[in-house]
């Protein structure tokens, strides 16, 4: 079992950055790859931005220079960095973690979410 906790979240003006954190504990050497995703109402989930345990890095093309992922091993946690903001980034924010190897993984835990709100 992999256990996730987000935080960072919260209400920025457009143009503005966030930071989000999400920390794994459990079992964590099971973890193969850490992806954030976002749901915004009355839309699908989608995938942000994604990174293996051998540090490769996918974002989705819309984000791509905006948003940057990384992790630091050593504190088990995750980040997302997101600058730039817009309105329509705004969304609930899920960090999830995948203990499988094969692409396009199965992400099998997830956080709680973190509510990112971006004003005009």
């Known amino acids: 079992q992999v256990q996730l906790v987000e935080s960072g979240g919260g209400l920025v003006q457009a143009g503005g950055s966030l930071r989000l954190s999400c920390t794994a504990s459990g079992s964590i050497a099971r973890i193969t790859a850490m992806g954030w995703f976002r749901q915004a109402p009355g839309k699908q989930r989608e995938l942000v931005a994604a990174?293996?345990?051998?540090?490769?890095?996918n974002y989705a093309y819309s984000l791509k220079g905006r948003f940057t992922i990384s992790r630091d091993n050593a504190k088990s946690t995750g980040y997302l960095q997101m600058s730039s903001l817009k309105p329509e980034d705004t969304a609930v924010y899920y960090c999830a973690v995948s203990t499988f190897h094969l692409e396009p993984r199965t992400y099998d835990y997830w956080g709680q979410g973190t509510q990112v709100t971006v004003s005009s």
């Open positions: 990174i293996t345990s051998g540090g490769t890095t």
